[in-house]
Nanobody, 127 residues
Framework: QVQLDESGGGLVQTGGSLRLSCAAS????????MGWFRQTPGKEREFVAA????????YYADSVKGRFTISRDNAKNTVYLQMNSLKPEDTAIYYC????????????????????WGQGTQVTVSS
């Protein structure tokens, strides 16, 4: 079992920055592939970013590439999402996700790949 707790969301103006954190507890964190997804009302949850268990590979949605950076600190059991140059269209609830079983990195982009989810943290970007 893995528990995920997101934090760091809030209200920011266009062009501003936020850093989300996801603290993991329970089973071994360092072997987990981790991801961030987001969801707005009436829409499906969409992929934002993912990171391999060693942190050596990062994957991004085209809409955030160059603005967002995913990283992890396995010693702290935490994954981060640094969000810069925020836009109103980035407004959403952001969810942290984890998978503890081995899988194919080609599937990092898919919601169904992940086994555990956090409760979400709201990010609002004002224009």
């Amino acid at each position: 079992q893995v528990q995920l707790d997101e934090s760091g969301g809030g209200l920011v103006q266009t062009g501003g920055s936020l850093r989300l954190s996801c603290a993991a507890s329970g089973r071994t964190f360092s072997r987990n592939a981790m991801g961030w997804f987001r969801q707005t009302p009436g829409k499906e949850r969409e992929f934002v970013a993912a990171i391999s268990w060693r942190g050596s590979r990062q994957y991004y949605a085209d809409s955030v590439k160059g603005r967002f950076t995913i990283s992890r600190d396995n010693a702290k059991n935490t994954v981060y999402l640094q969000m810069n140059s925020l836009k109103p269209e980035d407004t959403a609830i952001y969810y942290c996700a984890a998978r503890i079983h081995l899988g194919n990195s080609d599937n990092y982009y898919y919601e169904s790949y992940y086994e555990y989810w956090g409760q979400g943290t709201q990010v609002t970007v004002s224009s």
